[in-house]
């Protein structure tokens, strides 16, 4: 505690230090701003000091103003994304002007002058090109402007999808922001800012996937997706930084309305598994924006709305009790009768007497809201603010599956995440800008489960479909972020530096839950237990903890083609305490042979040493400037997911194991006394002394601008991750002896950070950004992953070892480890009607050919690896554990079936074996590689002009328009029915989810309405 309360004296200091040398001090990290700056020389190629430079943004009224150095060099940071005019003027020379200068987010644009000796025309104007190169930063990554949010097609219309497109990006099916990972991470190491704050969901990283709206379309202005090497004011997580930033309202009175629709009848069937009908599914998104002035050249406001109703029905098909059995059961065990009369009446019979099939139709529900509010103020010219606020409510009501099969339990999903920025920004003199932002971030995650039975626990009986618990579990998480950034230019040096403040609250609860066992309807009817797992009620825990950020980053113009990035960013993440001192943390390791460690003790150490240098330069070789060579080098800290640090309030509660060995006559209702007597403690621990995982990155790259405004991109990466979380088993069975080291605890699953990885990654891209009625980018990239099974700081993408004491066993390719990526995108404005190349005279012909533009989103990829497992039983394992475990390879039998791959038999199963007994598989894990995939998506648009000034458009949108089938893995589980078999399309959301990437063709109509 003394160690934190020093720590934080220190950090105040440091901060009021900066605030006492820099009274105003260097401002707004730009992650989510623009800037630019450049040199001024005169035809001989001299520089031009005290050159008056002006930058004004004609929507909004906005001026910035700055003078050029001695060296000729000019700089104005921190501005707003959009597009501006530029103006030189110096006694002695003509006035230039630089028009459709567009600034976009997390960039410094170069934009150089040369200026002309008066005489003659004094006023001379230029249009700035479409696409310039980036000095600024030697990241990985792409930009998304408003052109594509708004034009590219979209299937479920979710901003996430679009980051797909960015080089290093792979989409592993769904297309949401859990389904995205970049350059070899995993889901978890993503960070979400909006508008430079903190807009990652609390529970778990990205929001959940059945929140599509949290940030409506028409509330994003554009947003940056930097895969990797990030400068110094990008932090929190050693994976990409999605930076998202809001439209501000403009002189200019704007709206519009729109309707999406989408419907069963214009659907393909889904290849696998394969149907004759196709299920009832009905979409609809609508909504619109109006922004304006509210005082011109003041004050604005900017206001968006979505909402999505979706209707998707689907079969429900499983297995229930016979009317006859029900009668001899309720006969023999009549206390089994809440039991007996959730199970829904059978449809039609099977071979086994007791057993009906049960088949029905369900309906997927969700409904959702989603909004957006900002305000702009521009008090003087030198101090400018806003307040934003994005509200969104989802909630899916879908029936509950058991293993694949489905009765009639329902599961309801809430969710309301909610996010808010102010931000102040003041300029002391064009060389010294300060901003504060205050956030606030709030994810939900409510759950709530419903079988019919009346009781909590899940019901499981051998031969009938598996009743679900009734269980309700709650995630509340907020975060307030109080950030100073500060720039401050000084000749040819522009330093940034800034300090963040987040403070985490994490609210967690659900009631309690478990299984009931029966193996066979013979022990169900006699009520003979065969085994339960009971999971007590936990109560609503609250997790606290503050986090602090800081960086410093000096941007040197060495020379007008030569630019260095210096920088450092230190990361406290802290350690989470709960506020009433209920949680218990267990470690063998720290707390001894009795596993827990008390009643509120500390969760763990936390590090203080997580410091990260950032080095990068650009260096443009030729006088034209047209190539540019970037390298850089940093390291990025995390914590990790924080659902991943809670694991000591689960052990308020104990989770018992109870058998019929050791109870012969267990059976249904459970006596609560017997847990506390005879049950197995079941506890969950984690590393105490856990390091906080980091990831060095470093990276080179070669620009070239190309004919029509094309910018190429060649890029080398890599990385290495070190402290990645480790998912294991403690308390195992010691093969020598046969018996656990603690007898009084069963296996208990362990989290530390003790994984590494690797990656490597070659890419080529091309972009131009929309100009003369094109927009065009593309890019491949090539990579390589390498971990020791774990892809990522978050649960989902990691695995136990088979073997627990040899997790160096484990080293092979990730499971996200994709060789070959190809993205692409294009909008194009056909060439006919007025003003263009083709039928521009008024007439008929004119009038139907013009206005029509077509669109497109294509992405392929190579396949997933695949980790073939086998089902063995605790008893044939050295160690007792069955979790993740391998069969043999036979020795010279090829995982690839002799007549090829087919969806019937992508794996050969006579490549493998069952392991002998007290052994284990020496099959590697990863040996197989699933399908690859593409799709093509395709869109129309025709707009009518309705006056000078609204619109109307009419589009339609077909999504993977050749039915290309999207196959998923095969089944990877050695030795059961189906083995080797592909019975899933690459969206493996069960059921197979109607929107995103990986469906069968579907076809989108929408009508939007401008002004």
């Known amino acids: ?171 592993t099916g769904g297309s949401n922001q859990r389904s995205i990972r970049f350059a070899g991470r995993g889901r978890d190491d993503d960070n979400f800012t909006y508008d430079g704050v903190d807009a990652t969901n609390i529970v778990n990283q990205p929001q959940q996937p059945y929140v599509r709206l949290s940030i409506p379309l028409d509330a994003i202005e554009e947003f940056r997706i930097d895969s990797m090497l990030t400068t110094a004011e990008g932090g929190a ?279 009931i066992t029966y193996a066979s309807t013979t022990a169900f009817d006699k009520n003979s237990v065969s085994s339960a797992t009971l999971n007590g009620a936990l109560p609503i825990n609250g997790l606290r903890k503050t986090q602090y950020y800081g960086y410093v980053q000096d941007e040197f113009k060495w020379t007008p083609n030569f630019t260095v990035n210096l920088g450092a960013r230190y990361s406290f993440f802290n350690i989470f305490h709960e506020v009433q001192g209920r949680a218990n943390p267990f470690d063998f390791a720290t707390c001894g042979p009795q596993g827990f460690c008390g009643v509120g003790a500390s969760f763990g150490r936390p590090n203080y040493g997580d410091i990260d240098p950032r080095v990068a330069f650009a260096w443009a070789p030729e006088n034209n400037g047209k190539t540019l060579i970037r390298a850089g080098f940093g390291m990025y800290h995390e914590d990790g997911q924080l659902d991943d640090q809670n694991l000591p309030i689960s052990n308020e509660v104990f989770a018992y194991s109870l058998s019929n060995k050791t109870i012969p006559n267990l059976s249904y209702p459970i006596d609560p006394f017997l847990a506390n007597t005879t049950g197995i403690v079941s506890p969950r621990a984690q590393d105490r002394q856990r390091k906080d995982t980091y990831v060095e990155q470093w990276g080179l790259s070669v620009q070239r601008e190309l004919p029509g405004d094309f910018v190429g991109t060649v890029s080398y990466v890599g990385s290495h991750g070190v402290y990645l979380l480790t998912l294991s088993e403690v308390n195992v069975v010691d093969a020598a002896t046969g018996v656990r080291p603690y007898p009084a605890f069963s296996q208990v699953s362990w989290r530390g950070t003790k994984d590494a990885s690797s990656y490597q990654g070659f890419s080529v891209a091309v972009k131009r950004s929309f100009s003369r009625g094109l927009l065009f980018s593309a890019n491949y990239m090539w990579s390589h992953e390498i971990d020791d099974g774990s892809d990522g700081s978050g649960d989902g993408d990691s695995l136990v070892p088979q073997n627990v004491a040899c997790p160096q066993c484990e080293r092979a390719s990730g499971i996200w480890d994709v060789r070959h990526v190809v993205n692409a995108n294009a909008i194009y404005q056909l060439p006919f009607g007025p003003g263009r190349s083709y039928l521009n005279q008024a007439g008929i012909l004119s009038s139907i050919a013009r206005d029509w533009e077509v669109t497109s989103v294509a992405l392929a990829r190579t396949g997933f690896p695949v980790n073939v497992l086998v089902n063995r039983s605790s008893a044939s394992v050295p160690d007792g554990n069955s979790t993740d475990q391998r069969p043999d390879l036979v020795p010279g039998v090829t995982v690839t079936p002799t007549g090829g791959k087919s969806i019937g038999e992508w794996i050969n199963p006579a490549a493998f074996a069952l392991p002998a007994a007290g052994t284990f598989g020496d099959a590697p894990r990863n040996i197989v590689r699933g399908p690859g995939a593409w799709q093509i998506d395709f869109g129309v648009a025709k707009t009518i002009s309705l006056g000078e000034r609204a619109r109307l458009e009419f589009r339609s949108e077909f999504f993977n328009i050749f039915n290309h089938p999207q196959y998923g893995l095969p089944n990877a589980t050695f030795a059961v029915p189906g083995f080797g078999s592909i019975t899933q399309t690459v969206n493996t959301t069960t059921p197979v989810s109607p929107i995103g990437s990986g469906t069968p063709r579907e076809i989108q109509f929408a009508l939007r309405f401008a002004f």
């Open 237 to 515: 997580t050693g994976g990409p930084q999605l930076a998202v930033t809001s439209p501000s309202g403009t002189n200019q009175w704007h709206g519009n309305a729109f309707e999406y629709l989408r419907n069963n009848v214009f659907d393909a069937q889904q290849p696998v598994p394969a149907s004759t009908s196709q299920p009832p599914f009905h979409l609809n998104q609508f909504g619109g924006a109006l922004s304006g002035p509210i005082v011109r050249d003041k004050t604005f406001f900017f206001l968006a709305y979505e909402g999505y109703r979706q209707r998707w029905g689907f079969p429900l098909l499983g297995y229930v009790p016979s009317s006859a059995f029900r009668t001899q059961v309720l006969a023999d065990s009549p206390e089994l009768e809440p039991i007996v009369n959730a199970y829904p009446l059978g449809t039609a019979p099977t071979s086994d007497p007791n057993i009906d099939q049960f088949s029905s139709e369900g309906t997927q529900a969700v409904n959702e809201n989603s909004a957006m509010i900002r305000l702009d103020q521009r008090f003087t010219e030198k101090t400018t603010a806003y307040v934003r606020f994005n509200y969104d409510r989802a909630v899916n009501t879908q029936p509950l599956a058991s293993s694949g099969n489905y009765l009639e339990d329902l599961q309801q999903l809430t969710s309301t995440p909610v996010n808010g920025a102010i931000e102040l920004l003041h300029i002391f003199n064009p060389n010294l800008v300060e901003e504060f932002k205050f956030g606030y971030n709030r994810g939900t995650a409510d759950t709530d489960d419903l079988n019919h039975t009346g009781i909590p626990y899940a019901v499981s009986v051998s031969g009938f479909t598996t009743l679900n618990n009734n269980r309700f579990s709650t995630g509340v998480g907020n975060s307030f972020s109080w950030i100073d950034n500060l720039t401050w230019i000084k000749s040819r040096h522009t330093v940034k530096a800034g300090v963040e403040i987040r403070r985490i609250q994490l609210n967690q609860g659900n009631t309690e839950a478990g299984t």
């Open 1 to 171: 505690m003394r160690s934190i309360q020093l720590f934080t004296r220190a950090l105040l200091l440091a901060i009021t230090t900066c605030v006492l040398v820099f009274p105003a001090g260097p401002a707004v990290a730009q992650v989510d701003r623009a800037g630019l700056d450049g040199t001024i020389t005169d035809p001989s190629g001299k520089v031009i000091p005290g050159v008056h430079v002006v930058a004004e943004m004609p929507d909004t009224g906005l001026k910035r103003e700055t003078v050029s150095s001695p060296t000729g060099s000019y700089d104005i940071p921190e501005l707003p994304v959009g597009t501006y005019t530029i103006t030189f003027d110096h006694p002695g020379f003509k006035t230039l002007t630089f028009v459709d200068v567009k600034q976009v987010i997390g960039r410094t644009r170069t934009l150089d002058a040369t200026l002309q000796v008066a005489g003659g025309e004094e006023h001379l104007q230029v249009s700035a090109s479409s696409e310039q190169m980036d000095d600024s930063t030697d990241a990985l990554g792409g930009r998304i402007d408003k052109v594509q949010a708004d034009k590219l097609p979209i299937n479920g219309r979710n901003w996430a999808t679009l980051t797909a497109l960015a080089p290093g990006a792979v989409d």
